[in-house]
């Protein structure tokens, strides 16, 4: 009753704190999701102020929608007191961060695509995005601290499991043992005397060694059957030990597999990290873009004054020319200033081709990275498929102990069957040594009687 009790109790605190594990893994990987929808918005941001794509729009509300949902999901969840003082600062930052990129979008809208530009650059934003990822990353350390000690107290509690297992088994045998044996001395002892009674007066037993033997062979059936009561003992005594030990071999395949699962998850970490940086640089090369669009922009308005002031020697050498008459000397001049300012126009326009080129090569990178970005995104996506295989697998061997453990139960339940059976057995040796006691009167009175009539013979004589 005691051991089954403590399997029990064992048996709960290791299921407590196999949910308490797989709580901080679900905290874990929301709080990812929720970096994931930070660098989302931002980078929808960006993408809305330089370009006005409804997607970056439609990425952007999504992503505002799928962190609130996050929050408060993480809110339901976080005990830690230090996890719940770091959720709210990000949660408050981020909050921040929403107003700051909405009022962006707003500036969009109402048709002030540049002040909302000029807005960004002059705003915190990467400083308040860097903050986030600092306070993220300590939540992600703090977890992964969480569940590196919950998973000790797991390995702890398997194995105190397992040896309780192992001593009710071992306990069960040796009290089997004990009881057969104390069984077998008292038949033993009550044999003994029963056969010195039968010695001293084997002239006067005549009458009742049919039911003597009898009675022998009764105890001897009793003590073969517990011999057999023993024997399957030891049989359930063994297989008690062997279900032990598979219970022993799928806590490690547990361990193994959540080492795995460990592994994966920290490569899914490098993977996104990586994946950020490339967004960064996407962001990097639209912002030049930009600023090289700004300078064609300014080139453009030179080459609009070059082309007036060119109409306006144009009109001055007219009206010389009328003045000269035939000499035209004026116009010469005016010619003359004709063909530098075309000359300028030129060398702006050399310059306007130029940063084409710089703009088409810059384009041409931000697809090679945009087109890395997409890679690394599909190698989280298998990372984290990976994981989701550890964990299940994980799921399995915790299933696999379980299943042992029943087992190991049944058979503490046949060892109690098999502990009845020998109660049963010493019962009958009981009834017979009843019965000998029984016969045993039966020969004294025989004895008096014999005296009585040797008694009478002798006075008859």
């Known amino acids: 009753m005691v051991s089954a009790g403590v399997t029990v109790a064992n048996a709960r605190q290791l299921a407590i704190i196999f949910e308490q594990v797989k709580q901080a893994r679900e905290i874990k990987e929301n709080i990812d999701h929720v970096n994931l929808n930070v660098q989302i918005m931002a980078r929808a941001t960006r993408g809305y102020l330089l370009q006005r794509n409804p997607t970056s729009l439609l990425d952007f509300n999504k992503a505002k929608t799928d962190y609130l949902a996050l929050i408060e999901q993480l809110n339901a969840q976080v005990t830690n007191d230090v996890q719940r003082q770091n959720l709210t600062e990000v949660d408050a930052l981020i909050n921040q961060f929403i107003d700051l990129h909405q009022d962006m979008i707003n500036l969009v809208n109402q048709n002030q695509s540049q002040v909302g530009v000029q807005a960004w650059r002059e705003s915190n934003g990467r400083a308040l995005n860097s903050e986030i990822d600092s306070l993220l990353m300590a939540m992600e350390q703090l977890e992964d601290e969480i569940v590196a000690t919950d998973e000790a107290y797991q390995v702890a509690a398997l194995r105190r499991l397992q040896l309780t297992l192992i001593g009710a088994a071992t306990l069960s045998v040796i009290l089997s043992a004990l009881i057969g044996t104390l069984i077998v001395i008292k038949a033993s002892r009550l044999m003994n005397q029963a056969a010195g009674d039968i ?150 326009a050399e310059k306007i081709n130029a940063l084409v080129a710089d703009i088409q090569t810059a384009i041409n990178s931000t697809v090679m990275v945009t087109d890395e970005g997409t890679k ?86």
């Open 376 to 461: 690394k995104v599909e190698e989280g996506v298998k990372i984290a498929e990976e994981t989701a295989e550890a964990f299940a697998g994980v799921a399995d061997a915790v299933n696999n102990v379980v299943l042992n453990s029943q087992q190991i139960s049944l058979n503490v339940k046949q060892q109690a069957v098999a502990i009845q059976q020998v109660v049963s057995a010493m019962n009958s040796l009981n009834t017979g040594a009843q019965e000998t006691a029984s016969g045993i009167s039966q020969i004294k009175i025989g004895t008096h009687q014999l005296n009585e009539s040797a008694l009478q013979l002798k006075v008859a004589i």
């Open 199 to 348: 010695a001293s007066s084997a002239s006067e037993i005549a009458a009742s060694v049919e039911q003597q033997e009898r009675t022998s062979s009764q105890q001897v059936a009793s003590v073969s059957e517990t011999s057999t009561t023993m024997d399957e003992l030891g049989a359930s005594s063994r297989q008690s030990a062997e279900q032990a030990e598979a219970a022993a071999a799928g806590a490690q395949q547990a361990l193994a597999l959540a080492e795995g699962g460990t592994l994966a998850v920290e490569r899914s970490l490098e993977g996104m990290t990586v994946l950020r940086e490339k967004v960064d640089a996407i962001a990097d090369q639209i912002l030049r873009l930009s600023e090289q669009t700004s300078q064609i922009g300014g080139i453009s308005g030179l080459v609009s004054d070059l082309a007036n002031q060119t109409n306006m020697l144009a009109l001055n050498a007219a009206v010389e020319a009328v003045r000269a008459g035939e000499h035209g000397r004026g116009f010469a001049v005016v010619s003359g200033e004709i063909r530098k300012l075309a000359d300028q126009s030129k060398r702006s």
